[in-house]
């Protein structure tokens, strides 16, 4: 059964920094291009970055660029996504999702870690 | 890039159809087969229910069916249950600088 977890979801002040993880198993992970989407409270989803099987083609939204950074330890079967320069607006719970190769799609999801920015 | 178009809101009666449409351009949904769904229930995190357009992942229920013509997508809903109250998502690789998008999201309600 593929299983997605995050952890690192908190509370931040604006301008600082938080770093996601996320432990992935019953699947050949480094097989698998990944993603980040979030979802800010009581909104709809934002695609936010993607990291190839091998890392070597990684993409971010506009709203992230140069603030976010995802990365990838494929020994470990897991992902992560280093938030820095924080802003109320990235507040949202924060979702690691599998890239189906088949289906070309968002096929399997994590159940979301929150994070919250505020003074 | 902005969000695809999808209407806020869509209801019918049980045993009814319903559809959802999910509007973007030539440059995501008209210009490429991968559009996708995703059904939401509160607090839950998103399942896909549609890939490719029009194909069904296995486990998924065959009374969700997508479809597409020119810049629009749609999902369909027939026989209509109350376990379909939910948010739907549509989603499309897009040939602009952030490639994937996601729709503006859909409050399905059971009457």
């Known amino acids: 059964e593929v299983q997605l977890v995050e952890s690192g979801g908190d509370l931040s002040q604006p301008g600082g920094s938080l770093r996601l993880s996320c432990a992935a198993s019953?699947?050949?992970?480094?097989?698998?291009?990944m993603h980040w989407v979030r979802q800010a409270p009581g909104q709809g989803l934002e695609w936010v970055a993607y990291?190839?099987?091998?890392?070597?083609?990684?993409y971010y939204s506009d709203s992230v660029k140069g603030r976010f950074a995802i990365s990838r330890d494929d020994a470990n079967n897991s992902l992560s996504l280093e938030m820095n320069s924080l802003r109320a607006d990235d507040t949202a719970v924060y979702f690691c999702?599998?890239?189906?190769?088949?289906?070309?799609?968002?096929?399997?999801w994590g159940q979301g870690t929150l994070v919250t920015v505020s003074t | 890039q902005s969000a695809l178009t999808q209407p806020a809101s869509v209801s019918g009666s049980p045993g009814q159809s319903i559809t959802i449409s999910c509007t973007g351009t030539n440059s995501d949904v008209g210009g490429y087969d991968y559009v996708s769904w995703y059904q939401q229930r509160p607090d839950k995190a998103p399942k896909l229910i549609i890939y490719?357009?029009?194909r069904r992942p296995s486990g998924v229920s065959d009374r969700f069916s997508g479809s597409k013509s020119g810049n629009t997508a749609s999902l369909t809903i027939s026989a209509l249950q109350a376990e379909d109250e939910a948010d739907f998502y549509c989603s499309s690789y897009t040939s602009s600088t952030t490639p994937y998008v996601f729709g503006s999201g859909t409050k399905v309600t059971v009457l």
């Open positions: 490719n357009v029009s």
């Open positions: 990291i190839s099987s091998s890392s070597n083609a990684i």
């Open positions: 019953g699947f050949k992970f480094f097989t698998y291009a």
């Open positions: 999702v599998r890239w189906g190769r088949k289906e070309a799609s968002f096929d399997s």
